[in-house]
């Protein structure tokens, strides 16, 4: 912790930490549903607790992305925060709005909009949130003592995540229009400008921990960006398949998602490539780990699994099944779950001022995570390959299948439960590390590292 103001991002991540440990349990909830263990319903029924696990990854990985910015750009503006008390008020609103969200929806006060479920009142006020956490990131670097491409990259990845939450805002009659808008949102951010803030981070962790020049990585990170515009925008067609749209997004869509996975190969590329560049080892080395897995397992997660079903003579066959949860599980988890916990790792000795980052809990807790992920995406897979020939090749009726794949889901738990302990070693930790201190500060020994 080089400024002061940078302890503002501990409560972010501890926020954090928080919905990422609840959005666990909603998902153990529906796993259980699936193999019989109704024991929630009626009043928590599977298409609720569904809309609650997937907002809250949504939220705690926005949390984090915000806790990262006030990490990152104090250090690389050379100055403090603007106003450190309005990011403690817009911190403190966003978790209001956040929890109106998730209570609501348990009374069915949610819009059936797969990832936009947020109901269009409140849109207004995560607007307004949105403003001010902007406003304060746009003025520390309006008056920057210094301007990096690293933190002029986050801020434009920031704000078009902003710009672009707009269209998901807009009423519309026709479902087709609808679903158009829907996926400027869901598509263009995990697809385009979440990857210019994953981009930006990446660039940062990577600085600090390889040590290798700041212009050589960030040179990398303009190459990253032209091929996330160059595939993403146009990829959007991936969408448009089936929905009411012209034919022509048939191709368009095909072609253009097809070259997503390049944006991701560079990122793994590009990471593998500073470390073994790196004249110094940061004594970090866990957040190195998450650092390097997360660009990896990208790639492997939205680049191979995303290509697994992008061209419209296999997404015929697999829309909207649970390829779809196969491939969402672990591109979430490797490009932006990932990324929130290496910065965290890396921010909380800075911060707190102990240095727990070689302990074995933190590796148990990457590689607990890891592989657990692995395993759920398998069983994901293997139930969603059978419900494809099952369901679309056969033509059985929809529910006589989901009660035959039922049994993957008994899988499914085995891994996650490994992923929740890997999970659960994460939080403890973070625990462990406690909160924020002066003596961080004036620690040489991080300063200098
Ligand atoms: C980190 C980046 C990515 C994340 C987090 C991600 C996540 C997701 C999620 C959650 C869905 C379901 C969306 C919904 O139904 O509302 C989805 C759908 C899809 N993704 Fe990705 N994805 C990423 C990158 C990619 C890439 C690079 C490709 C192609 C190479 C791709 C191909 C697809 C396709 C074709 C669908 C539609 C599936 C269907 O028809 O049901 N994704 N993705
Ligand atoms: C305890 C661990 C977890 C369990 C048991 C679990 C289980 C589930 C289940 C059963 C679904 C619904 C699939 C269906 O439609 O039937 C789901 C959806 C989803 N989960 Fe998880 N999940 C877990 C952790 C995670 C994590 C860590 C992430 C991301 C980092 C994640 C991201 C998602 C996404 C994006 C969807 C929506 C997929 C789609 O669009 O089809 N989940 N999860
Ligand atoms: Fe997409």
Same mark, same amino acid.
């Given at each position: 912790?080089?400024y ?14 928080l919905?990422?440990?609840l959005?666990?349990?909603y998902?153990?909830i529906?796993?259980f ?7 929630g319903h009626p009043y928590?029924?599977f ?7 997937t ?8 949390t ?6 006030y ?10 925060i603007?106003?450190?008390?309005l $990011?403690?008020?817009?911190l ?10 998730i209570?609501?929806y348990?009374?069915n006060?949610w ?9 269009r009142?409140l849109?207004y006020l995560?607007?307004i ?7 304060n ?6 008056k920057?003592?210094?301007?990096s ?13 902003a710009l672009?939450?707009?269209?998901g805002?807009v009423?519309?009659d ?10 400027w949102?869901?598509?263009?951010w995990v697809e ?10 990446l660039?940062?962790l990577?600085?600090?921990l390889?040590g ?8 990398w ?21 089936f929905?009411?749209t ?5 191709l368009?869509?095909g072609i253009?998602s097809?070259?997503?996975?390049l ?9 593998i ?9 940061h ?7 998450w650092?390097?897995?997360? $660009?990896?397992?990208?790639?492997v ?8 079903h992008t ?6 066959w697999?829309h909207g099944?649970l390829i779809?949860a196969?491939?969402g ?11 929130v916990?290496?910065?965290i790792t ?26 657990g992920m ?9 139930a969603?390959i059978?419900?494809?020939?099952l369901?679309?090749?056969l033509g ?6 989901q ?19 890997g999970?659960i070693?994460?939080?403890y930790h ?5 909160i924020?201190?002066e003596e ?10």
């Amino acid at each position: 912790m080089k400024y002061k103001s940078q302890k503002i991002a501990y409560y972010f991540f501890a926020v954090a930490m928080l919905l990422f440990a609840l959005q666990l349990v909603y998902g153990f909830i529906m796993a259980f549903y699936r193999i019989g263990f109704e024991f929630g319903h009626p009043y928590l029924t599977f298409n609720t607790a569904r809309a609650v696990h997937t907002n809250l990854l949504i939220v705690w990985l926005l949390t984090g992305f915000m806790g990262a910015s006030y990490y990152i750009i104090p250090e690389e503006s050379e100055r403090e925060i603007y106003s450190e008390k309005l $990011a403690y008020i817009q911190l403190i609103a966003w978790v209001l709005v956040g929890v109106t969200a998730i209570t609501g929806y348990h009374f069915n006060w949610w819009e059936g909009r797969k990832f936009l479920e947020i109901p269009r009142p409140l849109d207004y006020l995560v607007v307004i949130d949105i403003l001010l956490f902007l406003f304060n990131i746009g003025m520390t670097i309006w008056k920057a003592n210094k301007h990096s491409t690293t933190q002029l990259v986050l801020f434009f990845g920031l704000l078009s995540a902003a710009l672009l939450y707009l269209p998901g805002m807009v009423w519309f009659d026709n479902q087709t229009l609808d679903s158009f808008y829907r996926w400027w949102v869901v598509h263009l951010w995990v697809e385009g400008v979440w990857e210019l803030i994953m981009g930006s981070i990446l660039a940062y962790l990577l600085i600090k921990l390889t040590g290798v020049d700041r212009e050589v990585i960030e040179k990398w990170l303009y190459v990253i960006v032209g091929l996330t515009f160059l595939s993403g925008i146009l990829g959007t067609g991936h969408h448009y398949y089936f929905i009411g749209t012209p034919e022509y997004w048939l191709l368009i869509g095909g072609i253009f998602s097809a070259l997503e996975p390049l944006a991701f190969l560079g990122m793994a590329l590009w990471a593998i490539a500073m470390y073994r560049k790196s004249g110094r080892i940061h004594p970090n080395k866990i957040s190195l780990y998450w650092t390097i897995g997360c $660009a990896i397992m990208s790639f492997v997660g939205a680049g191979f699994l995303g290509f697994a079903h992008t061209l419209p003579q296999v997404n015929k066959w697999t829309h909207g099944t649970l390829i779809t949860a196969m491939h969402g599980h672990m591109a979430f988890w490797g490009a932006y779950g990932m990324l929130v916990l290496a910065v965290i790792t890396y921010a909380m000795p800075m911060i707190t001022g102990r240095k727990l980052w070689n302990d074995m809990i933190g590796y148990l807790a990457f590689w607990f995570t890891n592989i657990g992920m692995v395993g759920m995406t398998g069983a994901f897979a293997v139930a969603g390959i059978s419900q494809v020939y099952l369901e679309r090749k056969l033509g059985l009726d929809f529910l006589i299948v989901q009660k035959e794949i039922a049994v993957h889901f008994i899988g499914l738990i085995l891994a996650a439960s490994l992923f929740s302990l890997g999970a659960i070693l994460f939080f403890y930790h973070f625990i462990k590390y406690g909160i924020p201190t002066e003596e961080a500060m004036s620690d040489t020994e991080l300063q200098e590292a």
